[in-house]
């Protein structure tokens, strides 16, 4: 168990200057990747290394060369992630453990050098319901004492306990049935742990391959011969991006000031040439952006802030200055106080593009099409050389068959979220729609399918609103809004008086409608009572006091417009979540053709993968 200590937080001398010799001292190390490799030189041929490290090293880019190194000094038997179940008392360190065999020390290779002998190892993910177990009176965890010298009173099970049972009688062995040894160990098991869903251990077997360059993958065997088919059926989507990129949004430094609303741009006048309507990772989601009307002063470096004296005056306003000149890229980097920390090329922003939050549970691509918004740091997005063929990347980008593969290559976030990293995005595959082998019908029916559903799930979003709105129904269908007292169909109402704000229950008698025990309205005619009845009921009018405040069609007309407007919104919006899935389903069909998977491999997926119920629920932190 070495320590884990980054190097920026080591002094600088001798110590440090030995450490920066290590083959694994790399960008922002971390010490405990230099134990790694020091095992390897004291082990001999055979001999055996357990270890437990933080499991940051996985997928960051301090951990490159360690990747890269691993598999060249080691034969890996046993790998144990617990990533961010917190298995020890008061700490969350994303521990791993992994049991290795030393190999030769001939040196380290270049990763395109260098062939992984064929072998497997076992693998083993702790789900977040572990904690779950960890909490109750089943499991002890590993006790540290609470500060004592001693472990405490052993009571019962150990958590170490459940990761063994998880593990073969053999290296990269076949799978353990893990539920059935819980069983027979008559371990209790809380009830709301589910063995389908989220198990709290998988275990499964991981070819060589999966660590033979320094982009590791841990997958089942079975699937990895899914992944690779893939990958040899597709070009990786940062290169349809301009530089061959996946590009992460801009970051201000300091959001309370360059993020302002429409209040702040009147009040201060900033200038219009300035100011971009932003979205962050929070208001993307699948095919649909959740804009709240926030928008970006966007002053990169270089800008002469002189040019704009009302951009200028808000920012020297209050605290703002203060709050500017604070951020490291001022105080640290000498940058202008007015420049943006991290900009990024505005003509990308505006041309069409696809953009992903950067943490989500589920795929959740959005086409920005004509690039109307800029984006924050908290998203990702790629923008298309050939912008024509945007709608096809996202069909299979939000496809099954896409979030198979990113959930098996991505880091996880607490509560098992993705994280959309560039670095993991742009390595989806994504078959050539310029190769003459791909079917042009094909490639046109899944970007037929894609607009289709931004477009329902704009019209879908349209009519919720409506529905929580109702008073935007008048607006809606543009007709002559007046009081009560003026439409062309109330011939009496009830008199105001201080039970103005007494429950109405509407029901016709006659041309009447009777409002509640002591009050009526009277109409020009039956028909009208019963629509009159029904546009209160449309329009949420269920008190006296709304009844007199509200704003009514002029005519007999415009009540049966708003009313064919509001039946339209409940036909929209009822239903839509499966409606919406049997579109999208054509979409997944389409995307399994395009790859040309096998039927069992097509299997497997549909078996395996993880999708929300319907496109409306997917899952953004």
């Given amino acids: 168990n070495p320590p884990y200590v980054r190097i920026q937080n080591i002094p600088d001398g001798p110590a440090k200057e030995d450490y920066n010799d290590y083959y694994s001292a790399y960008h922002n190390y971390d010490l405990y990747l230099l134990f790694i490799e020091q095992a390897s030189e004291w082990l001999k041929e055979g001999g055996k290394l357990g270890i437990i490290t933080s499991n940051q090293f996985l997928d960051s880019r301090y951990g490159e060369r360690a990747r890269e190194l691993i ?32 190999l030769d020390r001939d040196g380290v290779r270049s990763a395109d050098d260098f062939v992984v002998d064929d072998y497997r190892f076992s693998y083993v993910s702790v789900g977040e319901s572990m904690e779950d177990w960890i909490d109750s009176d089943a499991i002890s965890g590993w006790d540290a004492g609470n500060g004592n ?114 209040e702040t741009i009147d009040e201060y006048d900033i200038e219009d040439e300035l100011v971009h309507p932003i979205l962050g990772g929070r208001q993307v989601k699948r095919w649909e952006d959740l804009w709240d009307g926030d928008y970006v002063v966007y002053t990169p470096p270089g800008t002469d802030i002189d040019d704009y004296p009302n951009t200028k005056e808000y920012y020297n306003h209050g605290d703002n200055r203060d709050e500017l000149e604070d951020r490291y890229c001022v105080r640290e980097q000498d940058e202008d106080y007015w420049a943006l920390d991290k900009p990024k090329d505005p003509d990308l922003f505006e041309q069409t593009k696809i953009v992903t939050p950067d943490i989500a549970y ?22 298309p050389v050939d912008e024509d063929f945007a709608w096809y990347i996202a069909g299979v980008l939000n496809s099954d068959l896409a979030q198979f593969y990113i959930r098996r290559n991505a880091a996880t976030y607490r509560g098992n979220y993705l994280r959309y990293k560039s670095e993991y995005v742009g390595d989806i595959p994504i078959p050539d729609p310029d190769d003459d082998a791909v079917d042009d019908d094909m490639i046109e029916s899944i970007a037929s399918t894609a607009r289709r559903m931004q477009d329902l799930i704009r019209e879908y979003r349209q009519a919720e609103d409506l529905l929580a709105n109702p008073s935007d129904l008048l ?147």
């Fill in 71 to 102: 598999p060249q000094r080691y034969r890996i038997g046993e790998m144990v992630n617990i990533g961010d179940v917190e298995v020890f008392a008061h700490a969350t360190t994303y521990p791993i453990i992994m049991v290795m065999e030393g």
């Fill in 149 to 262: 010298s001693t472990r405490g009173e052993e009571k019962n099970h150990r958590v170490v306990d459940l990761l063994a049972l998880a593990l073969p009688d053999e290296w990269g062995g076949d799978i353990p049935d893990i539920q059935s040894q819980v069983e027979e160990e008559g371990i209790p098991v809380p009830d709301s742990i589910t063995w389908d869903d989220q198990p709290p251990l998988q275990s499964y077997p991981v070819e060589s391959v999966a660590v033979s360059d320094s982009d590791w993958q841990f997958a089942p065997a079975d699937e990895q011969e899914v992944l690779n088919w893939m990958e040899d059926r597709g070009a990786e989507l940062r290169s349809y991006g301009h530089k061959n990129k996946v590009e992460r949004g801009l970051r201000t430094g300091k959001n309370p000031v360059f993020i302002v609303n429409q």
């Fill in 362 to 383: 589920y795929n959740n691509y959005w086409v920005d099409d004509g690039g109307e918004f800029y984006c924050l740091d908290t998203t990702y997005y790629v923008a």
């Fill in 475 to 621: 607006t809606a269908v543009d007709v002559d809004r007046v009081g009560i007292t003026r439409t062309a169909y109330v011939t009496r109402i009830p008199d105001a008086d201080e039970s103005d704000d007494a429950d109405i229950q509407p029901s016709r008698e006659g041309s009447s409608v009777r409002l509640n025990v002591h009050q009526s309205i009277d109409l020009d005619s039956e028909n009208t009572a019963e629509s009159f009845i029904d546009l209160l009921d449309a329009l949420n009018i269920t008190s006296l006091s709304d009844l007199f405040e509200a704003d009514y069609p002029r005519t007999q007309d415009g009540i049966e417009a708003v009313l064919d407007a509001h039946q339209q919104a409940v036909e929209t919006t009822d239903g839509a979540g499966d409606r919406l899935q049997n579109v999208e389903d054509d979409l997944h069909k389409d995307v399994y053709e395009l790859f040309d998977l096998s039927d069992n491999h097509r299997a497997l997926v549909e078996d395996r993968v993880i999708v929300p119920e319907n496109p409306l629920k997917s899952k953004v932190r």
